[in-house]
């Protein structure tokens, strides 16, 4: 077994040895990368947490549309399949970014995975784009808030969006400390 090894030069140990199960790999995402993507978000109310905009199936025009205003975008590899996806968006170089669009497929959950990625996005804004952190995620979402406020980051701000039965729900902006 081998260990998730960063491409990047990360200052957190941790993340250089989170998981020890079979190889792992962070790749750019290209186009042959969007079924793969796609099979992450198995029901209408998991696109929505992670992509609100999109519907329901996700599928290769909505992924191409992602690649334009969005950068980094990344897929992290068990061998062959994709296990997780995730990218930045409104990058202000020296300023801040944010990272979107998380989601670690069903049967790799609870393993670390969605740590190590998040991880790795922060370390692509502190290192390629000088710039502060930040995400945003849905109040509903009780294990992603959990695992960021583990990991160092705090509520600044909540917007009122609205979910699949158009019932009010919070949007919870955060940023690394």
Same mark, same amino acid.
């Not at 079979?22 to 993507?37: A, L, M, Q």
């Given at each position: 077994?081998?260990?998730?090894?960063?491409? /990047?030069?990360?200052?957190y %140990?941790?993340? #250089?040895? +989170?998981?020890k =199960?079979?190889?792992?790999?962070? @790749?750019?995402?290209?186009?042959?990368?969007?079924?793969?993507i796609?099979?992450?978000?198995?029901?209408?109310?998991?696109?929505h947490?992670?992509?609100?905009?999109?519907?329901?199936?996700?599928?290769?025009?909505? /992924?191409?549309?992602?690649? %334009?205003?969005? #950068?980094? +975008?990344?897929? =992290?590899?068990?061998?062959?399949? @994709?296990?997780?996806?995730?990218?930045?968006?409104?990058?202000?170089?020296?300023?801040?970014?944010?990272?979107?669009?998380?989601?670690?497929?069903?049967?790799?959950?609870?393993?670390?995975?969605?740590?190590?990625?998040?991880?790795?996005?922060? %370390?692509?804004?502190?290192?390629?784009?000088?710039?502060?952190?930040?995400?945003?995620?849905?109040?509903?979402?009780?294990?992603?808030?959990?695992?960021?406020?583990?990991?160092?980051?705090?509520?600044?701000?909540?917007?009122q969006?609205f979910?699949?039965?158009?019932?009010?729900?919070?949007?919870?902006h955060?940023?690394?400390?």
């Amino acid at each position: 077994m081998k260990y998730l090894l960063c491409p /990047l030069p990360c200052s957190y %140990e941790k993340h #250089r040895k +989170l998981i020890k =199960l079979s190889y792992r790999s962070y @790749i750019p995402v290209t186009k042959e990368h969007f079924d793969g993507i796609s099979s992450l978000v198995p029901t209408p109310e998991e696109l929505h947490r992670i992509y609100p905009s999109a519907a329901f199936p996700l599928d290769t025009p909505q /992924l191409q549309k992602l690649l %334009e205003p969005r #950068r980094d +975008l990344t897929v =992290l590899m068990d061998g062959q399949q @994709i296990i997780a996806f995730a990218n930045l968006y409104d990058v202000k170089p020296d300023i801040s970014a944010f990272i979107g669009n998380v989601v670690v497929a069903k049967s790799h959950r609870g393993l670390g995975i969605g740590k190590a990625l998040i991880l790795h996005m922060k %370390e692509i804004c502190t290192n390629k784009y000088n710039a502060a952190v930040h995400l945003s995620v849905f109040n509903f979402n009780t294990n992603a808030l959990l695992l960021y406020s583990n990991i160092g980051f705090i509520p600044y701000a909540v917007e009122q969006r609205f979910n699949l039965t158009k019932e009010p729900v919070a949007l919870m902006h955060m940023k690394s400390t």
